[in-house]
């Protein structure tokens, strides 16, 4: 995969880059970049950029100097962390509790991303939202489902890795009928948490997530691909998120029935 910088939105680029499971099969990741209201940046997950894209990125930053902070969002996607350090310095470094114990040696913030001070740090400009019911780092670490999703208020986008997964359809299957897909991630099952109501909570996390985030006209999804407001034929993200939580009636119904 070609790695791209595209503006999804007044204030927002999203970087789609490569990645290969086993160094075989390419799913592609992300990193976005985001001007806040005062003007500075911020990175939304880290990726080693490749020179011309650190160029297109260090032109809108004033040579990297108004890059502010890199907030790692996902525990689980950390090979791009510390070439994103060495590329930006002087930017603040935020990671989860499982960045911290994988690199005690890099100067981390000591707010984690999945922490409420960290929210409101940054709360002029995003809200954040970490999955309920579910294990945020699973003790399986083939077990990616959870994030911490992050909604950009200004430029109406959500950005989000593994937890939400959208798939868009090539043009020619999308002309005979069949529709672009949203789902949360296959491994929820794994990720429940093993205990009686983890279900419930996870529904009511969900549902609350669609509504808080109502207003979204993009979305930005790791390994997959973007959805922007000019793309959206039919339901809305609002819709399509809750229309993802129906996908997964049947994984959340078994799990009540071995838990409650």
């Keep these: 995969m070609r790695p791209t910088i595209r503006q999804i939105a007044p204030d927002f680029?999203?970087?789609r880059g490569s990645f290969k499971t086993a160094g075989l099969i390419e799913v592609g990741t992300q990193v976005s970049l985001v001007r806040r209201k005062n003007g500075r940046f911020v990175f939304l997950d880290a990726y080693s950029l490749p020179d011309e894209i650190d160029r297109e990125a260090r032109a809108?930053?004033?040579?990297?100097k108004d890059i502010e902070a890199i907030i790692n969002v996902h525990p689980f996607h950390t090979i791009h962390v510390r070439p994103m350090h060495e590329r930006y310095p002087d930017a603040k470094l935020y990671g989860t509790a499982r960045h911290h114990a994988r690199f005690p040696d890099l100067p981390w913030d000591a707010a984690r991303t999945e922490d409420?001070?960290?929210?409101?740090?940054?709360?002029d400009d995003f809200?954040?939202?970490?999955p309920r019911g579910v294990d945020f780092i699973s003790p399986n670490e083939q077990v990616h489902f959870s994030s911490v999703l992050v909604f950009h208020r200004a430029s109406k986008t959500i950005h989000v890795d593994d937890t939400l997964i959208y798939?868009?359809?090539p043009k020619a299957l999308r002309l005979v009928g069949l529709t672009d897909v949203m789902r949360f991630h296959?491994?929820?099952?794994?990720?429940?948490?093993?205990?009686?109501?983890a279900a419930r909570d996870f529904r009511s996390w969900a549902t609350d997530l669609a509504e808080r985030w109502r207003e979204a006209k993009n979305l930005c999804a790791a390994h997959t691909a973007t959805l922007r407001a000019d793309q959206i034929r039919g339901p809305s993200i609002h819709d399509r998120i809750l229309e993802a939580l129906e996908k997964a009636n049947r994984t959340l119904e078994a799990h009540q029935r071995s838990y409650g």
Excluded at 60 to 64: C, D, I, P, V
Excluded at 116 to 123: D, M, W, Y
Excluded at 186 to 197: D, F, H, I, M, V
């Design 13 to 15: 680029w999203n970087i």
């Design 127 to 130: 809200e954040f939202s970490v």
């Design 186 to 197: 296959p491994t929820l099952g794994q990720a429940l948490e093993k205990r009686a109501g």
């Design 116 to 123: 409420p001070e960290l929210h409101a740090v940054f709360t």
């Design 167 to 169: 798939v868009r359809l």
């Design 60 to 64: 809108l930053t004033r040579g990297g």
